[in-house]
């Protein structure tokens, strides 16, 4: 493991250490400094030349100086003469701006793409993108992971028996069957229309959810505005209690607050991609780490092993 170098920027410094102590390797310092005119500098302080090069950040709030933080390693490990530079991201915000859906707007998620490239990343490791199609917006090879072994691992200790896995949207269906198929569950799906980033609408719940416990699964809470109509389906259709997961625990707006205070539900889960400052806690809130499988990750990729191994059952 002597030839990989791991740095991190300002976004996630917990879960770099945390990823570096699974590894068993040193998280270097990064030095970065702003000039008088607001200009970003960053230096790598430790050897680069022919390293096999990891910088972890996730593109968190605020969203545009760590995407810059992020461009500026690349650059400086590419400048260092790494041997190879992989940008780790656990959360990639700009999956979400993913097609042009009304006249003369920027497709973010390609261009955030082609600049990572441009500043010298070879390869990229992210997690559960909002839409998987952005896969396909690098040019370089890309290792996404899931975090749907961690979130079941936490439901089998629990009474399942009478539980239903709900998807809020047709669009994450698919992953919420693979995370019901882990804990042999069946599984149901909302049919939501969007009308803006603040405003949805349910429609339907295709599935039997009556008189059934429930385990909403999803890949990211940011306002919680699905999650709040979903509930108010659920409750139509006498739906017992109600347990919340995803990946990315944005909760943005007072969002965990909001869900929390719903009496149906239980519990809130999430996982590590993202931090989670104390402000926003809750006490139905645990957070689930997903250091150890971005670290396996790197090692396997260190060590040019199967990555999507990974994703095998249970």
Do not use: W
Request: include cysteine; glycine fraction near 6%; charged fraction near 25%.
């Amino acid at each position: 493991m002597r030839e990989i170098a791991v740095f991190s920027g300002n976004a996630h410094p917990e879960l770099a250490r945390e990823i570096c102590l699974h590894l068993g390797v040193p998280l270097y310092p990064v030095r970065i400094q702003r000039f008088a005119n607001d200009c970003l500098e960053v230096q790598l302080q430790a050897n680069c030349r022919e390293r096999d090069v990891f910088l972890i950040q996730p593109l968190v709030e605020p969203v545009q100086e760590h995407l810059v933080e992020l461009l500026l390693m690349a650059d400086a490990a590419r400048g260092a003469s790494a041997a190879r530079v992989t940008a780790v991201m656990p959360y990639y915000a700009y999956a979400r701006s993913d097609k042009k859906d009304e006249p003369r707007i920027s497709i973010a998620g390609r261009l955030i793409a082609d600049l990572l490239v441009a500043a010298g990343a070879d390869r990229v490791l992210t997690m559960t993108l909002h839409s998987p199609q952005v896969h396909g917006f690098f040019s370089v090879p890309v290792d996404h992971l899931n975090a749907l072994r961690e979130l079941a691992n936490h439901f089998r200790m629990q009474d399942l028996s009478n539980t239903v896995v709900v998807s809020p949207d047709l669009g994450y269906a698919k992953s919420a069957a693979a995370f019901a198929r882990r804990l042999s569950l069946p599984v149901a799906a909302g049919s939501k229309e969007r009308h803006a980033d603040d405003k949805v609408t349910i429609s339907a719940i295709i599935g039997d959810v009556t008189g059934k416990d429930v385990i909403v699964i999803d890949d990211e809470i940011a306002r919680g505005t699905t999650l709040v109509e979903l509930l108010d389906r659920l409750r139509e259709q006498n739906a017992g209690t109600v347990r919340i997961a995803c990946t990315h625990g944005l909760f943005a707006d007072g969002a965990l607050g909001k869900l929390a205070a719903e009496p149906d539900v239980v519990e809130v889960i999430c996982t590590n991609t993202t931090p989670m400052p104390e402000h926003k806690r809750d006490d139905k809130l645990k957070v689930l780490s997903i250091a150890p499988a971005m670290g396996e990750a790197i090692r396997r990729i260190h060590n040019g092993e199967s990555v999507s191994s990974l994703f095998d059952l249970p």
